[in-house]
């Protein structure tokens, strides 16, 4: 057993770009539609192919050919080696989106990864470029938007059709939760889900790693003409930010990791983590609804989670029909409730959720997990489950011991009462079709240029330890942190994180050793 929300499915939970589709739901604005189709521009810099392996030579020299998708916007894809261990053994697509500078002369390209892993950095850019990166970095940089393999648009991890997907996140299971009929339940269901997933993805499973799509970044430099990274990640993109450090050192040019995932920490550990950021995200939402007149509970913060915490038994013991064959149980429940707790401006339509499940109506908990998962009219408009999963199971080893599940499950029960009893079960990873070939270990990228790492308070998704961490991992100065508030922190309201990134990309003026910014 490892610790995964959802029924045990994940590890961990670090989402970015369905948030901005989130926020701008919330807040009832609209993003206008871009289209797929427009005239060829041509123009690209020449690739930067110097010192490159022979092998490898034919996929960095490629000449991109951009097809215009919308005003301001091109599109074009790049081919990567399918095996960078093998360059000669096959091949994936890698798209690319493309946002050209507003000032009409790019002090070079920006790469820009929402997080996940399994979020589409080409629909970020597409629909929610201001979301992504502010306005003086839309004037000065191309902002390059891509999809890591097997996500998206490139060549993509696929598992099941809707109606299936459904049932896996869905259905009630028959047995009662924590038994052993249970976990042998769920555990079967897992492994259907693994073997649809390694017969429906052509191959890849094996291929889509972290250091993998890291290379692959590296190649999308190259053939953008850039002889040095310049890189903004969010939560798990942070994760592939250091990967690149790691593997190119000398390519780093400037780099800002936002919202950072720590990548020492084992699965288990992450999952305690997170779990208990979720719960003291829960009590800060808890103690703002009690001030408010339309809080469905009443009472001190922990009479009110007391209630909530009947709530879930509630409808774990009889789900609420949702009337599209789904029903909402406690998995689902969770779901909700942690899709919300990412960012305060989502707490109103938590506290409408949640008087509505009291009155037996579980339709808007509903919508809240469906922009979690990217489901749209009962169909997965985004792989992105599927991706998130396959690159966890190979990223993370499976190597906890009985006594370390039993330890991290009793310290969740006493520092997350409320979510713990639905945070535990089987791991899809256990039966996944191939073995986990990542390392979990600290990453110093010795000889690379200063790295900006942003850490925010309050974060339930990437806790600011893990920015710190990831920050003190590295020897040699300068070590940089921007304290902000909630799940990352640039381009989210705070002047004073906002001007020291954009400072830093746009200059190169590396921030104030421990900068906190209130």
Known sequence: MNPTPTRGRRRVVALVAGLATASLLLSGCLYQLIPEDGPVSTESLAPDSAGVAPELLPFYEQVLEWTGCGEGFDCTSVVAPLDWADPAAGEVDLSLIRHRAR??????????????????????????????????????????????????????????????????????????RGSAAWEAELTERNRDYAEACEQNSGGILPFLTTEFAARDMDLMRAVLGDTSLSYLGYSYGTFLGATYAKLYPDKVGRLVLDGAVDPSVSGLDMGVTQGIGFEN???????????????????TVDEALDDLSTLFASVDRRPLDNGDGRELGGDALLMAIAAALYSEDSWSFLTAALAAVLQGDPSIAFQLVDLYYDRVDGE??????????????????????????????????????????????PDTCVVWPHPPTGVREKITADGAAPIVVVGTTNDPATPYEWSVSLADARHED??????????????????????????????????QDGLYCE
């Open 281 to 299: 995200a829960l009590r800060a939402y808890m103690a703002d609804c009690l001030t408010l007149d339309e809080c469905p509970f009443r009472g």
């Open 478 to 511: 300068p070590r940089r942190q921007l304290l902000g508030e909630g799940h990352t922190g640039y381009n989210k309201g705070n002047a004073c994180v906002d001007d020291a990134v954009e400072r830093y990309l746009l200059e190169g003026t590396v921030p």
């Open 103 to 176: 000032g009409g002369d790019a002090i070079g390209s920006l790469l820009v990864n929402p997080g996940g892993p399994g979020a589409s950095g080409v629909s970020l850019i597409r629909d929610s470029l201001s979301f992504a990166v502010g306005e003086p970095l839309q004037e000065q940089y191309d902002v390059i938007g891509f999809d890591p393999r097997g996500v998206g648009e490139s060549t993509a991890a696929r598992c099941f059709d809707d109606a299936d997907m459904d049932a896996y996140l869905f259905d009630i299971p028959v047995n009662p």
């Open 380 to 425: 997965y408009v985004t792989n992105s489950s599927e991706a998130f999963d396959a690159y966890n199971c190979m990223d993370y080893p499976v190597d906890s011991t009985p006594e370390d599940e039993a330890a991290a499950k009793a310290t969740l029960d006493a520092q997350a009462p409320t979510i713990a009893p639905y945070w535990w079960g």
